[in-house]
Each structure stands twice: as structure tokens, then as C-alpha cells.
């Protein structure tokens, strides 16, 4: 996709990947980019900035010796990540309309 993927529509995409179920940082980084193209630098950032603005938490997990880090949203989040749809759906129906646009 050679259309730059903004800020708002990366945090929704991330927000709606942890509605279903809390992810460590490699899961959820595999699942943006089976979606996406967009490198981990990308990712990582999006994750810390959500964090940091209380839309995401994290807790560790022992796996086979090592921690893992897994993201949760947080009821914030969700707040956040219902009104990121709400203006989604009303700039794509705008965009369609104007892309669609035929002369008659």
C-alpha cells in the first residue's frame, strides 16, 4: 500500500487488535503486519505513545525463562478507540464519495 498510514488510523488498528484479547509486543507486532506494511520501529512507538496517553497497559509474563510484555487496553482506551471509529467511518464515507464522484 504506497498510502501513508496516519497516526490516528495506526492507534485505532492497534487499539482494536487488543479488544479481542491482551498481546505481547511480537504477537501483536506480527498481526499489524500481516495488515500492514510497517516496520517493528513503526510499531513500537505507537504502543509506547498509546501507554504513555493511558489508552494501553502492560504487565510481564514468565515464558521459558524470559518475560514477556504483553499490551492491554484500558477502559480509556476504548473510549478512545470508539470515537478514532466514529470519525473513521464519516472521513471514508467522504473520501468514497469524493473518489467515487462520476461527471454525469
Known amino acids: 500500500m504506497a498510502i501513508q498510514i496516519p497516526s490516528e488510523i495506526l492507534d485505532g488498528s492497534m487499539l482494536a487488535f487488543l479488544t479481542k484479547e491482551d ?4 504477537t501483536l507486532t506480527q498481526k499489524f ?3 500492514f506494511d510497517i516496520s517493528e520501529s513503526t510499531i513500537y512507538p505507537v504502543l ?3 501507554k504513555k496517553d493511558g489508552y494501553l497497559e502492560t504487565y510481564d ?4 525463562g524470559r518475560n514477556r510484555r504483553y499490551y492491554k487496553i ?6 478512545r478507540l ?21 461527471d454525469d
Do not use: A, H, V
Open 23 to 26: 498481546l505481547y509486543g511480537y
Open 33 to 35: 503486519q500481516e495488515k
Open 48 to 50: 509506547r505513545r498509546l
Open 61 to 64: 509474563q514468565p515464558f521459558q
Open 74 to 79: 484500558t477502559e480509556d482506551g476504548s473510549i
Open 82 to 102: 470508539k470515537e478514532i471509529q466514529k470519525d473513521w467511518l464519516t472521513f471514508m464515507l467522504t473520501t468514497n464519495d469524493i473518489l467515487e464522484e462520476k
